[in-house]
């Protein structure tokens, strides 16, 4: 049976030009089109199809709220317009809309964006992107910041989200998460390169019934000791098929693995606390970065454990970077202590907690940043 398709459009020009293109598409049928929006969402949570498209002629604002009933409703949609700026699209992604496609509707985009709507697994963002939480000192808050992010980025953007724990060999992702690891990293990709990635890409837990999976540490840690760069380049190729958001914890050393984890990623959080030999540290990383070529924008600064009051200002910081934070995430030793304690997100624990709030500040910040630039880069 074919996949039902509704259409919300006021212009009749276009709702022949769909449903010819519709007509074309194998596994897709169109069940109904509105020119009321209103209407068409009553039938739409009533009838379930697959696809909803949506003309958004009058901007996203009057449609944020339909759109979201739609997508908490496991229905993709579809956002078609004449005028997109960057605001428009987050907007749109934010609310829940699953692709945007411009108008006059061009078929080849058209039947692009239906596919990907058709698929299980579906990417919204137009690549998948690795986001690598670093720094060259032990202890000052990476698995924190790794985890409840992963969770974070899970639970706003709906999309399919893995954190893999390459801080080697002594992984700690579970102490936060509370994940059972089942085989070993390296194993899996070796078996893969043989029989296609469903070794590693099962080897992901699913957490809870979130869309975030973790790929936790080995439990065997002599094992890690066989995985090499190439088994990096491998791991993030099989998990960019599956995944649009890929976070990395990564460990402490200048190493050859670790610079490679580096350079393969799209983004790198360095993340540092507020005092001199630390910001110290985080200085020279920016500069190895530099020497080693990486963008400029591919590095942001999260500053961990932070004090309204400390006796160095933010701005010292900045001044000593030469770089503005991108983020702080406030000092809350309780609310930490308490989510690695019982091995949960701290959202679970306090939903309204300083760290909580800021923790879905810096997913939300990271994801409208990183919709624009794929839109800038279209
Ligand atoms: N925002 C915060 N407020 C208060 N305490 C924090 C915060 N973030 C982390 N901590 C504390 O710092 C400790 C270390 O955090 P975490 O394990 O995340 O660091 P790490 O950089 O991953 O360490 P490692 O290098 O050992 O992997 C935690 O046990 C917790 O006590
Ligand atoms: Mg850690």
């Known amino acids: 049976m074919n996949n039902k398709v509704v259409v919300f459009e006021t212009d009749n020009d276009s709702v022949e030009l769909i449903k010819t293109y519709i007509a074309e598409f194998e596994q897709l049928e169109l069940d109904n089109t509105f020119s009321d929006y209103r209407e068409g969402t009553f039938y739409a949570l009533k009838n379930h199809p697959h696809i909803v498209i949506i003309s958004a002629n009058e901007g996203i604002a009057p449609l944020k709220k339909t759109i979201n009933l739609l997508a908490d409703n496991k229905i993709n949609v579809i956002?078609?317009?004449?005028?997109?700026?960057?605001?428009?699209?987050i907007q749109a992604l934010r609310a829940g809309a699953k692709d945007y496609i411009s108008k006059p509707i061009i078929k080849k985009d058209f039947f692009a964006s239906l596919?990907?709507?058709?698929?299980?697994?579906?990417?919204t963002i137009n690549k998948s992107n690795i986001i690598s939480i670093f720094s060259n000192k032990g202890g000052i808050g990476k698995t924190a910041i790794a985890t409840n992010l992963a969770v974070e980025f899970a639970r706003q953007t709906r999309e399919k989200v893995v954190l893999v724990d390459l801080n080697l060999p002594l992984g700690d992702v579970t102490t936060f998460i509370n994940i059972k690891p089942s085989i070993s990293i390296a194993s899996a990709i070796e078996t893969a390169a043989h029989?296609?990635?469903?070794?590693?890409?099962?080897?992901?837990?699913?957490?809870?019934?979130?869309?975030?999976?973790?790929?936790?540490?080995?439990?065997?840690?002599?094992?890690?000791?066989?995985?090499?760069?190439?088994?990096?380049?491998?791991?993030?190729?099989?998990?960019?098929e599956s995944f649009s958001y890929i976070l990395v914890d990564v460990g402490t050393s200048i190493d050859k693995m670790n610079m490679k984890i580096l350079e393969?990623?799209?983004?790198?959080?360095?993340?540092?606390i507020v005092n001199l030999p630390l910001i110290?540290?985080?200085?020279?990383?920016l500069d190895l970065f530099n020497n080693l070529g990486f963008?400029?924008?591919?590095?942001?600064?999260?500053?961990n454990r932070y004090l309204e009051n400390d006796e160095i200002k933010i701005e010292d910081v900045e001044k000593v970077l030469n770089q503005k934070i991108y983020w702080k995430i406030p000092n809350n030793y309780f609310a930490i202590m308490s989510s690695i304690?019982?091995?949960?997100?701290?959202?679970e624990i306090n939903a309204n907690s300083n760290v909580t709030l800021s923790f879905?500040?810096?997913?939300?910040?990271?994801?409208?940043?990183?919709?624009?630039?794929?839109?800038?880069e279209l």
Do not use: W
């Open 295 to 303: 963008d400029d924008n591919k590095t942001k600064i999260v500053i």
């Open 79 to 89: 956002i078609l317009s004449e005028n997109y700026t960057t605001n428009f699209v």
């Open 115 to 123: 596919k990907k709507c058709s698929q299980d697994v579906v990417k």
């Open 280 to 285: 110290r540290n985080c200085q020279r990383c």
């Open 264 to 272: 393969l990623s799209d983004l790198i959080l360095l993340v540092s």
């Open 341 to 347: 304690n019982k091995a949960m997100p701290v959202s």
């Open 195 to 240: 029989k296609g990635p469903e070794s590693v890409l099962n080897a992901c837990k699913q957490y809870k019934d979130t869309s975030l999976y973790v790929l936790a540490e080995p439990i065997y840690m002599e094992e890690t000791h066989t995985m090499t760069p190439t088994h990096i380049f491998k791991l993030f190729e099989y998990l960019r």
């Open 360 to 376: 879905s500040g810096l997913a939300t910040k990271l994801t409208e940043d990183i919709i624009a630039k794929d839109f800038v």
